[in-house]
């Protein structure tokens, strides 16, 4: 087992070593205050202390260390066509460890819970007093927050950040939420893009496409000529 571990963190680290972006500035913390100010929670790219939270009425600090977070579990997906993959939920980089790009995060009812919604579809429900992942969650807590959940994630499609207009298609098409459909086909024309090398091939990624066309066709609605991607070459 411990070898097991051994070449998949070696994986992980050739993965990142051969990555077409290459960043030399850690990536940006998150933070999320209660109205109350009784609780702050921090999202961290770094292994051992990867969720603070403070609580400032008993005046006191925890942490959650990536591994008890298992944000390097695999997720294995299945398309319409019964083709298999496996998608990691956090990699390890030059700006850190890569674990909520396109998370939606948010405090449970009452403060008593964080949830974290990682861009694989992992769904994390963390006791807050308690600094603690919940293994098992109550039907009632489950109810909450799906509902939270698919009322976010369809707010992020109207948003005037390209980024959270991308979580909030990733996350629509993974809940199945149909009132998101007509959006996300107007965001099949949008022109938002990053450009990517990988060796010598030079792309145009339209990122926020892509998880619009990728978020219809979860819903089995077929998205014929629209491109994601092109060469470079192809840009005047």
């Known amino acids: ?26 990536r940006a913390s998150l933070m999320f205050k209660t ?26 600090t925890k942490y959650l260390s990536a591994n008890e977070l ?32 396109n998370a939606i ?10 949830i974290i919604k990682l861009k694989h579809g992992n769904i994390l429900v963390i006791d807050v007093e308690n600094a603690a992942v ?16 698919a009322s976010k994630s369809f707010n992020l ?9 991308q979580t909030g298609a990733i996350a629509c098409g993974q809940l199945k939420i149909e009132r998101a459909i007509s959006f996300l086909k107007d965001m099949l024309k949008d022109e938002t893009h990053y450009y990517q090398r990988s060796g010598k091939k030079e792309s145009t990624i339209y990122y926020v496409r892509k998880a619009a066309k990728e978020a219809l066709e979860s819903m089995g609605i077929n998205v014929e000529n629209i491109v994601t991607e092109e ?4 840009k005047k």
């Open 157 to 165: 499609l109207h948003s005037n950040d390209p980024r959270d207009k």
């Open 105 to 114: 995060s948010f405090f449970g009812p009452g403060a008593k819970t964080f």
């Open 134 to 149: 919940l293994e098992e969650v109550s039907k009632e807590i489950l109810k909450q927050v799906d509902s939270l959940l």
């Open 1 to 26: 087992m411990k070898e097991m571990k051994s070449i998949f963190f070696a994986l992980l680290i050739c993965l990142c070593i051969n990555s077409s972006v290459f960043a030399t500035t850690q």
């Open 231 to 234: 060469p470079m070459n192809r």
């Open 70 to 101: 298992n944000v390097f579990n695999a997720v294995l997906r299945e398309d319409r066509s019964g083709n298999t993959s496996i998608n990691m939920p956090a990699i390890m980089s030059t700006a850190g460890l890569l674990w909520y790009d």
């Open 35 to 60: 109205p109350g100010g009784k609780y702050v929670v921090e999202l961290h790219p770094v292994m051992d202390m990867t969720v603070i939270i403070h609580d400032f009425s008993n005046k006191t």
